[in-house]
């Protein structure tokens, strides 16, 4: 069973910056297509990016479109999300999940992580 986990999160200020990285130890996660989620407290979850197997193409949602970047290297079976420019709106658990593709909904995806908090504040 594909075992995915986050790391990165935390506090930051608006307009800052943050690195999520996306693992998966023992696994090759260059065999998969990867997608970032976030979940609000009270909200659905929802689809932020997702990356191709190869790393060719790319999704976004509208609301992150210029401020996140989704990128993976598979040499250390890793997928990354960037995210600058943060905002209060941001603020939400990450997951990273693995076996679908697209941004929604999140069914499509069957493996997923244990999520990482983002907090955007001043």
């Known amino acids: 069973q594909l075992q995915l986990v986050e790391s990165g999160g935390g506090l930051v200020q608006p307009g800052g910056s943050l690195r999520l990285s996306c693992a998966a130890p023992?696994?090759?996660?260059?065999?998969?297509?990867i997608g970032w989620f976030r979940q609000a407290p009270g909200k659905e979850r929802e689809g932020v990016s997702c990356?191709?197997?190869?790393?060719?193409?790319?999704k976004y949602a509208d609301s992150v479109k210029g401020r996140f970047t989704i990128s993976r290297d598979n040499a250390k079976n890793t997928v990354y999300l960037q995210m600058n420019s943060l905002k209060p709106e941001d603020t939400a658990v990450y997951y990273c999940?693995?076996?679908?593709?697209?941004?929604?909904?999140?069914?499509?995806?069957?493996?997923w992580g244990q999520g990482t908090q983002v907090t955007v504040s001043s």
């Open positions: 023992g696994f090759a996660l260059r065999n998969y297509n």
């Open positions: 990356i191709s197997t190869n790393g060719l193409v790319t």
């Open positions: 999940a693995a076996g679908g593709w697209g941004l929604s909904p999140p069914s499509l995806y069957n493996y």
